[in-house]
């Protein structure tokens, strides 16, 4: 687990279910927010403003169906001057990919210079290799037009503006010797385990029916 909420940009924080309920620290960040997302997700503290997800941290979860619904959440809340947390238990897969969702949006980085930037502030951010594969689907096929929904209702939103520079600006720290982006990063991998993770469930199913099968046939 994470080591206390960390801000990735002025307004957004990313945390564990701990941090969740620690009312001293969400008080010293002023969160007004909360975007909680884990398996049994649910309001903490009635002085807070809620968004819940139900959600497993399984490569076969599906989080981006609830990408832009926690987006407007979370945007809502930064434009009005309040500050968001995005938890789920550890801090690690669930919420960093919620919180990557957002960034991609607001901004003109990718997913995976977007997940480098994350773990500039927060080094344990690693969404599971289902999640990148979503990440990826996002950027590649959807982001743009959630950009441009965003970007009605909130017409002052500059994809090049603070938050963009904000971000670039983590990059550069960065050090490209020792880079922090694990190798499932890249799109080629991220597929691959995919792919090769599905043809060992349809094996390990295909071996259990024909165990089946001959058990069947032996009685």
Not at 14 to 37: M, Q, W, Y
Not at 47 to 70: G, M, N, R, T
Not at 105 to 110: G, K, S
Not at 176 to 195: F, G, I, L
Request: aromatic share 8%; proline share 3%; charged share 25%.
């Amino acid at each position: 687990m994470g080591n206390g909420m960390d801000k990735i940009i002025p307004g957004l924080f990313l945390g564990n279910f701990r941090d969740a309920k620690d009312v001293e620290k969400l008080a010293e960040n002023n969160i007004t927010h909360v975007v909680s997302i884990h398996d049994n997700a649910m309001p903490l503290l009635d002085h807070l403003k809620y968004k819940c997800v139900q959600a497993a941290d399984s490569p076969d979860q599906e989080l981006l169906p609830f990408f832009e619904q926690c987006i407007d959440f979370i945007h809502e809340c930064r434009v009005n001057n309040g500050c968001c947390l995005v938890h789920c238990i550890a801090g690690v897969s669930r919420s960093t990919t919620i919180v990557a969702a957002y960034l991609m949006t607001i901004t003109t980085l990718n997913w995976q210079d977007t997940l480098r930037a994350i773990r500039v502030n927060r080094a344990v951010a690693n969404p599971n290799y289902g999640f990148k594969r979503q990440l990826q689907d996002f950027f590649n096929k959807h982001v743009q037009d959630v950009k441009l929904s965003l970007k009605s209702r909130y017409p002052d939103l500059d994809f090049n503006g603070a938050d963009d520079a904000y971000l670039k600006s983590l990059l550069v720290k960065v050090d490209q010797s020792t880079e922090n982006m694990s190798d499932e990063d890249d799109v080629a991998n991220v597929v691959n385990m995919y792919k090769e993770r599905n043809k060992v469930l349809r094996e390990r199913t295909n071996n259990q029916q024909s165990t089946e099968e001959n058990s069947s046939n032996d009685s």
